[in-house]
């Protein structure tokens, strides 16, 4: 029998590891200028193409919220009030990409769709940012870790949507 020793895996994770607050920062960075690109967008196909990479990214971002950093976060501050309020606010959002993921940009209702998407996103990553992320890093959450676990399930999103 032919030994694979030796032969070392091709595997290589493509994103390095990093705090778990800062990869949802940047999340949130990405869509917002995924939001302003919709605004100056001047083709139908244009506005298609970002509404379908926002809701994508806003889909995978919620889900690894859900699964990995809320629930370290309610945990460790003890939390009856922001956890519960950012997933009702996960699931406004995922009422309204529901109504414009896949649908073509056939006027205003669906402008205004998206429009009230990216307030309700600001407004979301605004309580985040300002209240929820700051409390968290005042605990004593290994964020290197769960970063690498948020990380570790984006990419398995990612590749599941593919
Ligand atoms: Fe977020
Ligand atoms: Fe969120």
């Given at each position: 029998?032919?030994?694979?020793?030796?032969?070392?895996?091709?595997?290589?994770?493509?994103?390095?590891?990093?705090e778990?607050?800062?990869?949802?920062?940047?999340?949130?960075?990405?869509?917002?200028?995924?939001?302003?690109?919709?605004?100056?967008?001047?083709?139908?196909a244009?506005?298609?193409k970002?509404?379908?990479q926002?809701?994508?990214?806003?889909?995978?971002?919620?889900q690894?919220?859900?699964?990995i950093?809320?629930?370290?976060?309610?945990?460790?501050?003890?939390?009856?009030?922001?956890?519960?309020?950012?997933?009702?606010?996960?699931?406004?959002?995922?009422?309204?990409?529901?109504?414009?993921?896949?649908k073509?940009?056939?006027?205003?209702?669906?402008d205004?769709?998206v429009?009230?998407?990216?307030?309700?996103?600001?407004?979301?990553?605004?309580?985040?940012?300002?209240e929820?992320f700051?409390?968290?890093k005042?605990?004593?959450?290994?964020?290197v870790?769960l970063?690498?676990?948020?990380?570790?399930?984006?990419?398995?999103?990612i590749?599941e949507?593919?």
């Open positions: 029998m032919k030994t694979e020793q030796g032969k070392t895996g091709k595997f290589i994770a493509p994103i390095k590891s990093q778990a607050i800062k990869l949802l920062i940047a999340d949130h960075r990405l869509v917002s200028k995924l939001f302003d690109e919709y605004e100056k967008a001047s083709t139908k244009m506005r298609k970002l509404v379908a926002i809701c994508m990214e806003l889909s995978i971002h919620a690894v919220e859900e699964e950093f809320y629930p370290a976060v309610k945990k460790a501050l003890k939390d009856h009030e922001l956890v519960p309020e950012a997933t009702v606010e996960h699931a406004s959002l995922k009422t309204l990409i529901a109504q414009i993921e896949g073509e940009p056939d006027g205003e209702m669906y205004a769709k429009k009230v998407l990216c307030e309700y996103v600001k407004h979301h990553v605004k309580e985040e940012q300002n929820m700051p409390k968290a005042a605990t004593n959450l290994d964020m870790e970063g690498e676990k948020i990380t570790a399930r984006k990419q398995e999103l590749a949507k593919a």
